[in-house]
């Protein structure tokens, strides 16, 4: 069932199609009313059908929508709209606390004498595990099973929880583990481009463009799908789950023009690598990006999405592609039902979303590209975006080790580390020689060998193209007598079934099988650093002689030590590069020049001599892939494998929540709340919990990666029975509360300047003088019954869209941030969990003002205000000085003060359906 609005402009009309009528809501009407929008980009023009479905007069105004259309006046808007998606994706890493705030959410109706079966998804949500699944073994026919039976053992108290939800809550899906990585499974199966559904109202149904947001930053690659769709953080979805809107800037929109067609020998995976890198020294954060041109037309949907997938790395919002004819063959080609796909076409023709030769959109600003000059790439070693063409990777690789060592590389690329460098004859020697023998084993390792080679990751295993090229050079290779070398950890971790079935019916699975490259598991793995341990004598090398060694995945993220902790230095590339690295073993090879080993004669076998032509890899997806495949394999891709279906979830509306368990925990978020809301309560004598300097962003403020023995979180943990080796990381523990907030602000690298010198999740206890863990602090604080404020410079929860960096921030007590400007999505988030945001007036900072932390703070009058007011900050100095400060509140809409009058967005949902 949908909701829509006041139609004030009269735009609703009716469009029928093998004749069935569905309304929808007219762009061509709305131009009648606010002018000409013909040129507007296709993403916007999705944005503006989203306000003409929606407005309501207070979320969303006609004023809103004539917004859109001023848009071209200028290519750029400072107007904030409200956004609603059709639906919801998330994984099970980021989807584990939204659904066990829901779950908290039904014990407290229970608790307000409600109905906790109000409590349900209003938008469609399906949450896919994919993000558990770790490469513990490779390389043997029994990979995957091992792997799988291994995953459950790791994760059954987290499955057990969904696996109730999956019963529990209407409007909400759970597509089981060993099924598939969640962007995959949503560009072959969820996405259909345009959607449609029941108005609750009046009973008719309603067509509108398919949009979403999604708890992974990957969400872009349905873009691909023409499918509007970015990465938001888990509060934000939890809202759009429960019918509110997003709130965001009508963005400017950089146009990348495509022309011609990529020549023999480049892939996708090169083009992406190339788009990247152009986005990124554009400058796009922020952005949307949407792609044009002729060139269009030269690429496969798949193709697209994997330009569209990494819409992160080039640091847009999105990266979109509007609906053509490819499209249409796309939806046909994975199965979709003819009905959909004929309502996508008449639909996308009627409301000029159909993408027609020659045609330009207006944009903010443009760039180009000739896809002529696409050349094989790589990208690393440590930046998605540091792309470097292989003839240079080599030399490339050699100066990055020499830089490592302490050595200087000479000759004229020497300035440009990240692309080569020449090396001195001794210096080349010093850097290169260093091989070490292995306890064990009859092969040693040197340095810069290729520990880990792994095809991976929705980016690149969504594109047939690219994995049947994997698996034709593979069967090349082995008729050349080639192999992967002893010390490659070899994995194949396909997005979907859909991939095993057509390898297998090409016969090429058996090749990959060959070099090594089994089945290990369907999920993110590698890519998201769950590549598993190295062999010890392999990693007890590594850590006696300070190695760099290299891991190649096709992937779309290899910041250090993310892929594993053992390997410094990783590249991206395409699903056939990694298995010619593995043949090579090294990244000193240079795999254009140097052999990648001999023949069964003895002759040496280069990279041109195994490289499958275009047309060969075209044959092959034209016999071995077929729509039938992805009918059959998402027919019951909600079933699960055994083990799913063996879990026990229980029943009931209301979880019974566990008190032993460490992983699930029920938030005090509900705890004591009442039917109406309280009055806010003035702030008076305040401590500061901590001053912090600009640009503090969410990695600062959120818990994430390994959990320290002797931080608080560690503690926690061992005083509840886990031993070290299994507390596993924060992500996995992220629906337990008492672990996340004791990680709140325990940063390595933040630094709180009420203390010198001192890096690391610490403060001063001021009424105590002590340094302590800020969690520790806080509790004092709390024990104390006084009240906290965080205090802060410009940039305040940049980065990532983080739902604990706030979430944590009023568990630990505080009640506003202070701050000289704020990250958009952040500040929302805090008024999403009942905190108060507060930016200090043009002129005025932390530094200004003197202040140290050591203060006590007074804010009245919180009960009063209203959007985009001013209070006045009372500043108490140690000395007895005062100083009053003029703030500003940055809750901006109504909707946002209704969020905070209610104590959080979750608690004004609460009550609007307790009563």
Known sequence: ????????????????????????????????????????????????????????????????????????????????????????????????????????????????????????????????????????????????????????????????????????????????????????????????????????????????????????????????????????????????????????????????????????????????????????????????????????????????????????????????????????????????????????????????????????????ETLSLDLAEVEPAIAGPKRPQDKILLKDAAVAFKAHLAKNRGLTPKGPESEMLEEGGMLSGEESKKANARRYALEGVDYDLGEGDVVIAAITSCTNTSNPSVMLGAGLLARNALEKGLRVKPWVKTSLAPGSQVVTDYLEKAGLQEDLNALGFNLVGYGCTTCIGNSGPLPDPIRKAIEKHDMTVCGVLSGNRNFEGRINPHVRANYLASPPLVVAYALAGSLKVDLLKDPLGQDQDGKDVYLQDIWPSNREIAEFIGKAVTPEMFRERYANVFDGTEEWQAIDGGGGTTYDWNPDSTYVKNPPFFDDMKIEPEPVKDLKGAYCLALLGDSTTTDHISPAGAIKADSPAGRYLQENGVDIPHFNSFGSRRGNHEVMMRGTFGNIRIRNEMLDNVEGGYTLHVPSGEQMAIFDAAMKYQKDGQDLVVIAGKEYGTGSSRDWAAKGTILLGVKAVVAESYERIHRSNLIGMGVLPLQFRDGTTRTSLDLTGKETFDIQGMNDISPRDDLTLTVHYEDGGTKEVPVAVRIDTEDEMDYYRNGGILHYVLRNLAG
Request: aromatic share 8%; hydrophobic share 40%; proline share 4%.
């Open 1 to 364: 069932m949908t909701r829509t609005g006041k139609d004030s402009l009269g735009t609703r009309k009716t469009l029928t199609v093998d004749g069935k009528d569905y309304d929808y809501f007219s762009l061509k009407a709305a131009a009648n009313e606010i002018g000409d929008i013909s040129r507007l980009p296709f993403s916007l023009k999705v944005l503006l059908e989203n306000l003409l479905r929606h407005e309501d007069g207070r979320s969303v105004t006609v004023e809103d929508i004539r917004a859109v259309k001023k848009w071209l006046d200028n290519k750029t808007s400072d107007e904030e709209i409200a956004f609603r998606p059709a639906r919801i994706l998330l994984q099970d890493f980021t989807g584990v606390p939204a659904v066990v705030d829901l779950a908290a959410m039904r014990e407290a109706m229970k608790n307000l004498s409600g109905d906790p079966d109000k409590i349900n998804p209003m938008a469609a949500v399906d949450l896919i595990i994919d993000h558990s699944v770790m490469v513990d073994e490779f390389g043997t026919p029994e990979a995957f099973k091992a792997n799988v039976k291994r995953e459950f053992e790791r994760n059954g108290e987290r499955y057990e929880f969904l696996k109730w939800g999956q019963q529990a809550f209407h409007n909400f899906r759970v597509v089981p583990p060993g099924t598939g990585i969640c962007h995959q499974v949503n560009l072959e199966y969820l996405g259909q481009t345009i959607w449609s559904e029941e108005d609750e109202e009046s009973g008719s149904t309603v067509a509108y463009p398919d949009t979403l947001v999604g708890t992974d930053s990957h969400t872009t690659m349905i873009n691909g799908l023409a499918v509007l769709g970015w990465g938001v953080g888990g509060i934000e979805a939890e809202a759009a789950m429960l019918g509110q809107p997003i709130s965001m800037m009508i963005p400017e929109v950089v146009g990348f023009k495509m022309n011609g067609r990529l020549k023999e020998g480049a892939t996708a995976t090169d083009l992406v690598l190339t788009v990247t890198q152009m986005l990124r020294e554009k400058g796009v954060v922020g952005k949307f990006v949407e792609f044009y041109g002729d060139g269009l037309e030269n690429l496969s949907l798949a193709d697209r999405a994997t330009i569209s997938n990494m819409s992160p790395e080039y640091g847009a919002t999105c990266g979109f592609f509007p609906i053509d004819q490819e499209t249409l063959a796309y939806l046909e080609f994975t199965g979709r039902s003819p009905e959909r796909i004929r309502l996508v076409e008449a639909y996308a023709k009627e409301q000029g979303m159909w993408r027609e030769k020659g045609h330009e959109p207006v944009f903010t």
